[in-house]
């Protein structure tokens, strides 16, 4: 009987053997897919990003008004920890833990639920140049807090204004844009951008009657950010939110 090469038929694996046999057998090399492929790198990637928020974090201890070590401060860190040598003074220690400390938490915070909203707009609209503030949120929030700011409501009124404005904002914009036809992601984005405009507009006409002294200073600095005033009460609060949520 003349072989499969001489009578021109190609060469076949048994028709039980894995697939991985039979691909190989009539010369296709496997391939690792694209997921194999960039897996080392995104584990690169993850690493680099993670040095680089430790270094960050621990050279943010040694930057501002009062002058301070990273060393010293590092072993402020761990003097609840371990027993380390004191080189430090009560001031130095105060710093670190009653002002630094609460606000390199808060900025971490604040960055893993933004970075958190911004992957979850990107994924539901497959669009990586989407934010949060498509769909109006962020002028929802900016007005709900200047609202609270305006009537003098107080700190946690303030934070619960925001919430609610935002909400609102997202929950107006799907409902416009339930009303349109066609492209339903599209009219979503519409909807929020002109949701957007009329929560800012709305924020704009508070600043102009609210009051120049305290309240108009108060909703400007809000709206700009700052993590000067973060406390630790502050972060364990708004640590349990952002991990729920």
């Known amino acids: 009987m003349a072989d499969a090469e001489s009578t021109g038929s190609p060469l076949t694996a048994p028709t039980g053997a894995p697939s991985e046999t039979r691909l190989k ?3 296709v090399a496997s391939t690792p897919s694209v997921s194999d492929r960039e897996l ?8 680099l990003l993670v040095l680089a928020a430790i270094f960050c974090i621990i050279g943010s201890f040694a930057v501002g008004r009062f002058s301070l ?9 761990l003097s609840p920890l371990i027993p380390v040598m004191e080189t430090w003074d009560d001031a130095m220690y105060s ?6 400390l609460p606000r390199i938490l808060a900025a971490l915070l604040v960055g893993a639920a933004l970075s958190t909203a911004g992957a979850a707009y990107q994924g539901m609209f497959q669009n990586p140049l989407v934010s949060p503030d498509i769909l109006g949120a962020s002028a929802g929030a900016g007005f709900g807090a200047a ?3 305006y009537f003098y409501l107080g700190t946690g009124m303030i934070t619960v204004f925001a919430f609610v404005g935002g909400v609102v904002a997202v929950g107006t914009a799907y409902a416009v844009s339930r009303l349109t036809r066609g492209n339903p992601t599209l009219g979503m984005v519409l909807a929020g951008i002109l949701v957007a405009s009329l929560f800012s507009a709305s924020t704009s006409y ?4 609210a009051d120049t002294n305290d309240q108009l200073p108060a909703i400007t600095y809000w709206l700009m950010g700052s993590l000067a005033g973060a406390t630790m009460e502050d972060v364990y609060f708004a640590g349990v939110v952002i991990i729920i949520g």
């Not at 070590?69 to 860190?77: E, M, P, Q, S």
């Not at 710093?95 to 630094?100: G, T």
Request: no cysteine.
């Open 95 to 100: 710093v670190v833990f009653n002002i630094r």
């Open 69 to 77: 070590d990273v060393t010293d401060a590092v072993l402020i860190l």
């Open 40 to 47: 080392p790198d995104y584990r690169f990637r993850f690493i």
């Open 206 to 209: 508070i600043k102009l009657v």
């Open 25 to 27: 057998t009539a010369g």
């Open 147 to 149: 609202l609270a700011i």
